[in-house]
């Protein structure tokens, strides 16, 4: 596990916006999350990693609620979610982003994320209708496209977007949900080398004002980007701090030597 973090843009407060109490997930008798307790501070970068196996995804998944836990709570900004569905939760301002870009890709950058705005306005698109039907929200869409640096690629459609631009044009899209917990699925996930570094660039820009959590499997990105790390191995918490904490750690770097990461 060696890298060299850089300095990280930091303000985690003292709130806790994600919290699981003895959180577990059973699939017959098989115990893939396992009494994992689990607190993700406002305004920070929260990394989950841990080598194949760990329970990472499944934990992410009982967070995110598309699985529902066998034993444990979750809370959202000190709420009680534990028994909430994923749209109750998105409503609450905790949205997740997917691992396998999902955007609309016989629509226009711009028009994705007009998309989005109305999803978040509840208003109804109706593909049939005239551009002009999205007109005015244009004028947030492009802010948020400004956000993201696709400002350029406003009019080209997503299935014509180079990969890395494509899963930039799924973050904006995220950021029209007006989200106040950001959780992504590897987001670095098949990315080239200058798309890493762009993405981990645009993540660094949109953490203002939100607190991120993230699945990845990139360790140097983790080490860049996150104040706080989470490692979990056979479904249980291993160990937990920041890079150097957990990276020094010899039961970290035991689970790691031959592992892949996923």
Not at 1 to 5: D, E, G, L, R
Not at 57 to 76: E, R, V, W
């Given at each position: 596990?060696?890298?060299?973090?850089t300095i990280k843009d930091s303000?985690?407060?003292?709130?806790?916006?994600?919290?699981?109490?003895?959180?577990?997930?059973?699939?017959?008798?098989?115990?893939?999350?396992?009494?994992?307790?689990?607190?993700?501070?406002?305004?920070?970068?929260?990394?989950?990693?841990?080598?194949?196996?760990?329970?990472?995804?499944?934990?992410?998944?009982?967070?995110?609620?598309?699985?529902?836990?066998?034993?444990?709570?979750?809370?959202?900004?000190?709420?009680?979610?534990?028994?909430?569905?994923?749209?109750?939760?998105?409503?609450?301002?905790?949205?997740?982003?997917?691992?396998?870009?999902?955007?609309?890709?016989?629509?226009?950058?711009?028009?994705?994320?007009?998309?989005?705005?109305?999803?978040?306005?509840?208003?109804?698109?109706?593909?049939?209708?005239?551009?002009?039907?999205?007109?005015?929200?244009?004028?947030?869409?492009?802010?948020?496209?400004?956000?993201?640096?696709?400002?350029?690629?406003?009019?080209?459609?997503?299935?014509?977007?180079?990969?890395?631009?494509?899963?930039?044009?799924?973050?904006?899209?995220?950021?029209?949900?007006?989200?106040?917990?950001?959780?992504?699925?590897?987001?670095?996930?098949?990315?080239?080398?200058?798309?890493?570094?762009?993405?981990?660039?645009?993540?660094?820009?949109?953490?203002?004002?939100?607190?991120?959590?993230?699945?990845?499997?990139?360790?140097?990105?983790?080490?860049?980007?996150?104040?706080?790390?989470?490692?979990?191995?056979?479904?249980?918490?291993?160990?937990?701090?920041?890079?150097?904490?957990?990276?020094?750690?010899?039961?970290?770097?035991?689970?790691?030597?031959?592992?892949?990461?996923?």
């Open positions: 596990m060696s890298a060299q973090p303000r985690p407060t003292s709130r806790v916006m994600i919290e699981t109490r003895q959180l577990a997930m059973e699939f017959s008798g098989f115990r893939a999350v396992d009494a994992v307790d689990l607190q993700v501070m406002e305004g920070s970068i929260h990394a989950l990693i841990g080598p194949n196996g760990a329970g990472k995804t499944t934990c992410f998944n009982l967070i995110t609620k598309f699985l529902t836990p066998t034993a444990g709570q979750i809370f959202f900004d000190g709420h009680e979610i534990t028994r909430l569905d994923p749209a109750d939760i998105a409503r609450r301002g905790l949205v997740r982003s997917f691992q396998i870009s999902a955007v609309f890709p016989g629509l226009s950058a711009v028009q994705n994320v007009c998309v989005a705005l109305q999803s978040r306005t509840r208003r109804i698109f109706q593909f049939w209708k005239s551009d002009r039907s999205l007109a005015d929200l244009e004028a947030e869409a492009d802010a948020i496209l400004e956000q993201v640096g696709l400002v350029e690629f406003r009019n080209v459609n997503a299935a014509l977007l180079p990969y890395g631009r494509k899963r930039a044009l799924e973050l904006a899209t995220t950021l029209a949900l007006a989200p106040r917990v950001l959780l992504l699925d590897e987001p670095m996930a098949g990315m080239s080398a200058a798309d890493v570094e762009r993405v981990s660039q645009l993540i660094m820009r949109i953490r203002k004002g939100r607190t991120i959590l993230m699945v990845e499997h990139n360790l140097p990105v983790v080490a860049a980007l996150c104040d706080r790390i989470t490692v979990l191995a056979r479904g249980r918490v291993l160990a937990e701090g920041d890079y150097s904490a957990v990276s020094s750690n010899p039961e970290v770097q035991e689970a790691y030597i031959g592992s892949d990461h996923d």
